[in-house]
T-cell receptor, first 114, second 112 residues
Framework: ETGVTQTPRHLVMGMTNKKSLKCEQH?????MYWYKQSAKKPLELMFV???????ENNSVPSRFSPECPNSSHLFLHLHTLQPEDSALYLC?????????????FGNGTRLTVT | DAKTTQPPSMDCAEGRAANLPCNHS???????VYWYRQIHSQGPQYIIH?????ETNEMASLIITEDRKSSTLILPHATLRDTAVYYC?????????????WGAGTKLIIKP
C-alpha cells in the first residue's frame, strides 16, 4: 500500500478513443502531480495541482487534459493520442505544491496507444 | 537537462554496503540533493535528501562532500529487495517553484 492508488494499472487504447486515468491519495497531502516515464528517457513532469489549482503545465499537448476535483483525486483525460504517447504515467502527491516536500508516487498506469 | 551524473549500473553482494556515487558539479548553494529509487513495476520511492550536512534515516545515509560537487548514497546492509534504479536528483528553483530534474539513474543489482 503506497498511499497513492492509480487505476487502471494497464490500458490499451486506439488513437481515436477517449479514456481517463485516475489517481487517489490517502495521505492528506495538498499537492498532486502527473509524470510521464517513457522508455530510455528521464521522468517528465506534466502537471502540478496545489490545493486543487493547477500551478504547473509543462507544455503538454492539449490531447492530455488534467482534472483535480478535490485534494484527494486527480484525473488525466486522454483523447486522440499518438503511438509516441505510450508510456508509464505516474501520479504523485506531496504535502505542499511548492516542491519542498518529498513526493509519494503511485505504481503508475502502463498506457499503450495502438 | 539533469544536473547529476551517475554510473549506469552497479553490482553489490547481499549483506554488504552499497555505495552509490553521484556527481553534481554545477549545483548551486541553495539546491538540495534528493535520492529516490524505483523498483521494477513500481513508482519511485523517496529515500533521503540533504543540503550540506550528512544525513541518515532508517533506509540509508547520504554523504555530501564539503564542496557539494558530489555525494554518495549508502545502503548499509543491502538485501535482494534493494535491487532497483536509484536516482540522484538536484532540486532547482524555477518559476517560483521547486522542481526535481530527473536523470537516468543507476541500476543497482544486489547479488546473493
Amino acid at each position: 500500500e503506497t498511499g497513492v492508488t492509480q487505476t487502471p494499472r494497464h490500458l490499451v487504447m486506439g488513437m481515436t478513443n477517449k479514456k481517463s486515468l485516475k489517481c487517489e491519495q490517502h495521505l492528506g497531502h495538498n499537492a498532486m502531480y502527473w509524470y510521464k516515464q517513457s522508455a530510455k528517457k528521464p521522468l517528465e513532469l506534466m502537471f502540478v495541482y496545489s490545493l486543487e489549482e493547477r500551478v504547473e503545465n509543462n507544455s503538454v499537448p492539449s490531447r492530455f487534459s488534467p482534472e483535480c476535483p478535490n485534494s484527494s483525486h486527480l484525473f488525466l483525460h486522454l483523447h486522440t493520442l499518438q503511438p509516441e504517447d505510450s508510456a508509464l504515467y505516474l501520479c504523485a502527491s506531496s504535502r505542499s505544491g511548492t516542491g519542498d516536500s518529498p513526493l509519494h508516487f503511485g505504481n503508475g498506469t502502463r498506457l499503450t496507444v495502438t | 537537462d539533469a544536473k547529476t551524473t551517475q554510473p549506469p549500473s552497479m553490482d553489490c553482494a547481499e549483506g554488504r554496503a552499497a555505495n552509490l556515487p553521484c556527481n553534481h558539479s554545477t549545483i548551486s548553494g541553495n539546491e538540495y540533493v534528493y535520492w529516490y529509487r524505483q523498483i521494477h513495476s513500481q513508482g519511485p520511492q523517496y529515500i533521503i535528501h540533504g543540503l550540506k550536512n550528512n544525513e541518515t534515516n532508517e533506509m540509508a545515509s547520504l554523504i555530501i562532500t564539503e564542496d557539494r560537487k558530489s555525494s554518495t548514497l549508502i545502503l548499509p546492509h543491502a538485501t535482494l529487495r534493494d535491487t532497483a534504479v536509484y536516482y540522484c536528483i538536484v532540486r532547482v528553483y524555477i518559476d517560483s517553484n521547486y522542481q526535481l530534474i530527473w536523470g537516468a539513474g543507476t541500476k543497482l543489482i544486489i547479488k546473493p
